[in-house]
């Protein structure tokens, strides 16, 4: 496998739980996934770390998706079928927790965030941040 290859993921999507039905192989970003498949019920990230949105264009609610096998996604992760885009995201090496924020403007981590004592992470601190431009391969 050559570098380029390594350095890319891959996620395939498919209409039917249990990988069943029509599928779409995904390598890059993908904005608009609405010509390729009606829904998705499954899908197996193969490699890399994915963003999948409910809308078009990366917007709408987020899910974070490692590798593996998801037969039935919506059940287990309460998620939507009408996954819209994804974007293949960095996934920096790492020990302890990690959170992807979105663009956007962070005045108060601890609010916004969901830090404060009604999102259990009210003792984290900040170690170090990365910021993850477009596409990073």
């Given at each position: 496998m050559s570098t380029t290859n390594m350095n890319r993921g891959k996620i395939v999507f498919?209409?039917?739980?249990?990988?069943?039905g029509r599928s779409y192989e995904c390598s890059s970003d993908c904005s608009d996934m609405g010509s390729y498949l009606?829904?998705?019920h499954s899908c197996r990230v193969e490699s890399g770390c994915w963003m999948l949105y409910n809308r078009n264009n990366y917007m709408g609610n987020q899910y974070f998706?490692?590798?593996?096998?998801?037969?039935d996604y919506m059940q287990h992760l309460g998620m939507s079928d009408c996954i819209k885009s994804c974007r293949m995201i960095a996934m920096p090496h790492f020990r302890g927790r990690m959170m992807y924020m979105r663009p956007g403007e962070y005045s108060n981590f601890s609010v916004?965030?969901?830090?404060?004592?009604?999102?259990?992470?009210?003792?984290?601190?900040f170690m170090s941040m990365r910021r993850i431009m477009d596409s990073w391969y």
């Open positions: 498919y209409e039917d739980r249990n990988f069943q009606s829904r998705c998706m490692r590798r593996g096998e998801y037969p916004g965030m969901g830090m404060g004592a009604m999102g259990g992470l009210s003792g984290m601190r």
